[in-house]
């Protein structure tokens, strides 16, 4: 397999029209050919010693060194290392197709041991670095590791707990006491042809990673990707997002990545990055602070994030100003972001006004927004959940284009993106190259690609027919653009008959700085609520800016002045839907919605079911007489 089996030339960005069908006046289904063609053989653990062939000289990822410095590892630096511990893991015993479980935080040795996993014909199978002992567990007995590596002692411990239940489990390495360098010692011995052989015996065909789904009802489910899953992934992505992967700038392309690897959104970049060889470093900590000192330092030209990411930028900036007594400036700065996003977006050019506040507020705004991302970020891909079209607006009009995109672990990641050239706000754009989408009936959203997965692991009941169904409820409109309107479990149905889609009201208050998380609900209530929680730096903000730092937040959650800020948040949501629709009552909680407690997902999604049973009581209050009346 050589990189020319592309089959495009990414000079320019390529814009393919896509097919509709169209059904009584209504689009439900659009298709949009592939940009790229198939492999005809080889896998991901070729990419590494492919680019050292071609290109030995070139940084492919860089490392940060203690001092806080970035070192360059180039692409041939790179397939050395691959080599060495894949030799090592075949020294280990590990057999071809043998699962290797990786749980650690988003580092380079997290990339280091999957490609070298690829490359010793192993299965990696991802575990988050904040799973429960239960959670691994449940993960490597059903994957049948029979390896893992952490990256600290906390996590080994963890692990080493739960080796009892885990007969199969016979290596556990950590990173961080050098289980690289002994891999590497392990592997000296061998030749170099061991690994050869075991890249030749790989196809596109093969299974390259399980990659379990989060688990928001019952036991998580591992999607078997494979090789030729990820082709058609990243080759088409890299094609279509030519300003992106290929940089139309002096700045050579370059990423930090610090969304988790263990989730597939990362991990395809990861590989993409690795595929049209742009620079890739890690982030391991995503504390406010220490994300921005790695950004400074790495200097990215884009960035791969989730929308809480860009929240909580906007809203820093935000109560930054406030401090300084510039609340009101910066809030004019915003509207006038998104005005020049909006005119962006639908191609016109901008008034004399808008130019006059660009001019004005780029300076004293814009520029410090894109300077707290590095200071040359000039694209974003969002994925994960919707992005809004206030902050994609926003981004937008401040200098940094957004890709936004959908799609799911069983997709290898996205199956729509924002097609270059061609933005709308509000939807998640056309289906990546190679992708048909279809609506159903009910409205669920159907997939199909060469993306798509090969079936669950060790599940019996495996889904049917050519079409994924994904769960999601949507709608395309006359353009062939993807709008995700909510969950297809999660519908509420009022008991007037309402159906209410949580969803963009959710999104709506996620976006405010005070608030944490929330959850809509009125299933079968005759009008819908919600349970809000508060987040802990737009609290502590607030708390600075009212003089109540001393209150105990069981105190501020029925604070008058608190809930009239809130309020005001529900009622701008409501704006998004009818009467019928609309928030009635809220209840603040003084707790937060937590991955420990239960209550999300790794990835950050609600477990619904598990926060109505805990907060039961404070659903029922919503439903009882009215305050005030």
Avoid at 12 to 41: D, F, N, Q, W, Y
Avoid at 353 to 369: E, K, M, S
Avoid at 501 to 522: F, N, S, T
Wanted: include cysteine; proline fraction near 6%; hydrophobic fraction near 45%.
């Amino acid at each position: 397999m050589d990189r020319g089996e592309r089959a495009v030339d990414a000079a320019e960005p390529k814009l393919v029209e896509p097919v509709k069908t169209i059904v009584a006046g209504v689009v439900r289904e659009v298709a949009v050919p592939a940009l790229a063609g198939t492999p005809a053989g080889g896998s991901l653990g070729d990419l590494p010693f492919l680019n050292a062939l071609e290109a030995p000289g070139e940084p492919v990822l860089a490392r940060k060194e203690r001092d806080g410095t970035w070192r360059d590892v180039t692409a041939a630096e790179f397939a050395a290392e691959v080599l060495a511990v894949a030799k090592g893991l075949i020294a280990e015993g590990l057999a071809e197709g043998d699962r290797l479980a990786i749980m650690a935080r988003t580092t380079y040795e997290w990339t280091l041991l999957d490609f070298a996993g690829w490359a010793a014909g192993l299965v990696t199978v991802p575990i988050y670095p904040t799973s429960s002992a239960l959670q691994a567990r449940w993960i490597i007995h059903d994957s049948g590791a029979v390896a893992c590596a952490v990256e600290d002692t906390v996590q080994a411990r963890l692990i080493s707990a739960e080796r009892a239940h885990l007969p199969g489990l016979a290596h556990l390495w950590e990173f961080d006491t050098g289980a690289i360098g002994r891999l590497v010692k392990a592997g000296e011995h061998l030749p170099d042809a061991v690994v050869q052989a075991r890249r030749a015996a790989r196809t596109p065909d093969s299974y390259a990673t399980l990659v379990y789904t989060s688990g928001t009802t019952g036991q998580p489910k591992g999607c078997t990707l494979t090789h030729g899953n990820f082709f058609a992934e990243v080759d088409n992505a890299v094609a279509l997002l030519h300003p992106v992967f290929d940089s139309v700038s002096k700045d050579p392309a370059s990423t930090l990545l610090f969304l988790p690897l263990s989730h597939v959104f990362g991990r395809m970049v990861a590989v993409g990055c690795m595929r049209a060889r742009v620079k890739l470093g890690h982030a391991p900590s995503i504390k406010t602070d220490d994300l921005l000192a790695d950004l400074a330092g790495f200097r990215p030209t884009f960035l791969l994030a989730i929308p809480y990411v860009l929240e909580k930028v906007h809203n820093t900036a935000r109560a930054t100003a406030e401090r300084m007594g510039r609340a009101s400036s910066f809030d004019r700065a915003a509207r006038i972001a998104q005005r020049l996003g909006e005119a962006a977006v639908a191609g016109e050019a901008p008034g004399l006004a808008l130019r006059a506040g660009r001019a004005l507020y780029d300076p004293l705004v814009y520029r410090r927004i894109r300077a707290a991302l590095g200071g040359r970020v000039r694209y974003i891909l969002s994925g994960g959940s919707p992005l809004g079209r206030r902050l994609a607006a926003f981004y937008t009009g401040a200098g940094i284009e957004v890709f936004e995109g959908y799609g799911l672990t069983e997709t290898t990641a996205a199956a729509t993106v924002t097609p270059p050239l061609r933005p709308r706000l509000g939807t998640v754009g056309w289906p990546l190259p190679g992708t048909a989408v279809r609506i159903a009936d009910d409205g669920e959203v159907l997939l199909r690609g060469g993306h798509v997965f090969a079936g669950y692991w060790n599940v019996s009941a495996q889904p049917a027919g050519e079409w994924l169904a994904t769960g999601d409820i949507g709608e395309l409109d006359a353009d062939g653009y993807l709008t995700i309107t909510g969950r297809k479990k999660d519908l509420i149905i009022t008991s007037g008959g309402k159906n209410v889609a949580p969803a963009p009201l959710e999104d709506w208050l996620r976006a405010h700085p005070l608030v944490g998380q929330c959850m809509v609900i009125g299933d079968n209530r005759p009008y819908i609520a919600a349970l809000i929680t508060l987040e802990p730096d737009g609290l502590a903000h607030w708390r600075q800016m009212h003089k109540k730092q001393g209150v105990p937040v069981r105190e501020l959650v029925t604070d008058a002045e608190l809930l009239e800020e809130l309020q005001r948040a529900v009622d701008e949501a409501n704006q998004l839907v009818s009467r019928a629709e609309s928030i009635r009552r809220f209840a603040v909680l003084p707790g937060e919605f937590t991955e420990e407690r239960g209550h999300l997902t790794p990835s950050l999604k609600l477990k619904r079911g598990a926060v109505a049973r805990d907060y039961a009581p404070e659903i029922e209050a919503l439903y009882q007489t009215p305050r005030g009346s």
